[in-house]
């Protein structure tokens, strides 16, 4: 009786501190909104608060690069899921980037432009030079990355390619690679018309695979010209009940069980899961693919159809290789549309929805400013 009681004094007693805590790292979880503007003034693209429609453009203060960082005038910014991730009002993304709001308030991680200025340890770049790679805050006029993160874009590669290529374009060769994709294997990618898929079926063709692409049927010419060998139009076939086996399946959707895939691989076969919520999903349907992603990849280890996960890694020599690639014409990115700085709350409002077709850019116009 005394030990019960004990026991129930001491949860009401871990409750209390819990709450307690949370509350006050609730009212004490703030960001630099309402910081003034020391120093120079640009635009960008400021967070506030969580939800899309609390974007705003806005005067900011100009970022002065850090010794080891690169000050970028920053021409072109592509846009990735976790963009929407950041800013999305969700249990999950409070947990992470800030309770009450969002600790960052700079949104945009691609970027492309040309340097402005550098730090005084920044020995691989000078003012002038034409570079790429990612940085935080690329929804701006200027954004400063550290000189790791950036790599020269090719001379004859647009801004707006080059801006669309680091995360996507790395996520999907790195996870190509996890998946040990061999010429002549049968490689399948789900979700082949986003920003990922679009890098992972050309890049998959570039590794000599044999490519079926999973797509909805308004895609499937675009899916055929960047070269996929077959598609799969996932509103009439469902692409695990078929009678074909695969090496590698590309999965950025998630849309289907342990099981289900399991049977369409071969024996030693790899699936490669991009991500965590899956292209096209949202709220309680992305938590549920994220406990189905989990759930596939502890019980593989019982299997020898193995589900791989991993998270997409800067690399420079890997940024290289995509800006050569697209210089060569051998990887063409899929840019659906262009919008402007002051349109990037629209631009992600499309991503949001989950049907966007290959990447989607903002640019910053400098006709009358430089
Ligand atoms: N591992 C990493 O480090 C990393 C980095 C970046 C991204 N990711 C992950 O990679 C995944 C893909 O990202 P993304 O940027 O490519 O997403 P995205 O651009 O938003 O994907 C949109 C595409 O998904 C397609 N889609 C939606 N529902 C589908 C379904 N049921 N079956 C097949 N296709 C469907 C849509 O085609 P329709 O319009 O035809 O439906 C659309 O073209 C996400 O899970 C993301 O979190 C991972």
Redesign the pocket.
């Known amino acids: 009786m005394k030990w019960k009681r004990i026991l129930k004094r001491s949860a009401a007693a871990v409750l209390l501190v819990l709450f307690v805590w949370f509350q006050i790292a609730y009212w004490t979880s703030t960001n630099d909104c309402n910081a003034p503007i020391r120093g120079e003034v640009m635009k960008a693209i400021k967070v506030c608060e969580y939800g899309l429609d609390a974007l705003q453009l806005a005067d900011v203060t100009k970022p002065v690069p850090s010794d080891d960082q690169v000050l970028i005038k920053v021409r072109a910014a592509s846009l ?3 963009d929407v991730f950041m800013i999305r009002d969700t249990w999950l993304g409070r947990l992470i980037f800030g309770l009450r709001k969002p600790k960052d308030t700079r949104l945009g991680r691609d970027v492309a432009g040309q340097v402005e200025a550098v730090g005084k340890n920044v020995t691989q770049f000078k003012p002038g030079d034409e570079v790429f790679g990612t940085c935080q805050g690329a929804l701006a006029e200027y954004a400063c990355a550290s000189e790791r993160a950036l790599v020269m874009k090719p001379p004859n590669v647009p801004f707006e390619e080059a801006a669309s290529v680091p ?2 374009g790395q ?1 999907a060769l790195q ?1 190509l690679r996890e998946g040990k994709i061999q010429r002549g294997q049968k490689v399948l990618i ?2 082949a ?5 679009t890098f992972a079926a050309q890049i998959a063709k570039s590794f000599g695979a044999d490519v079926t692409a ?3 049927t ?2 499937v010419d675009l899916v055929r010209s960047i070269g996929a060998d077959h598609v799969i139009d ?1 509103t009439k076939e469902d692409f695990t009940k078929s009678d074909q086996r695969y090496d590698v399946i590309f999965d ?2 998630g ?1 289907h069980s342990f099981a289900a895939r399991r049977r369409v691989l071969n024996p030693k076969g790899i699936c490669v899961l ?7 999903a949202k709220g309680g349907e992305a938590m549920g693919r994220i406990v189905r992603i989990f759930t596939a990849r502890g019980l593989s280890s019982f299997t020898d159809q193995k589900f791989a996960q ?3 890694k800067l690399s420079k020599p890997d940024l290289i290789m995509l800006g050569d690639l697209i210089q060569a014409g051998k990887l063409r990115p899929v840019i659906e549309r262009t919008y402007k700085l002051n349109d990037a709350p629209e631009a992600l409002r499309h ?1 949001d929805g ?4 290959g990447k989607i850019v903002i640019t910053v116009e400098w006709d009358n400013k430089s």
Do not use: I
């Open positions: 990735n899921s976790l995360l996507a996520t996870g789900n979700g018309t986003g920003g990922v898929g999973v797509c909805s308004r895609n996932y950025n959707v849309n991009a991500g965590m919520g899956g292209a096209g991993y998270v997409s991503l989950g049907h966007a077709r």
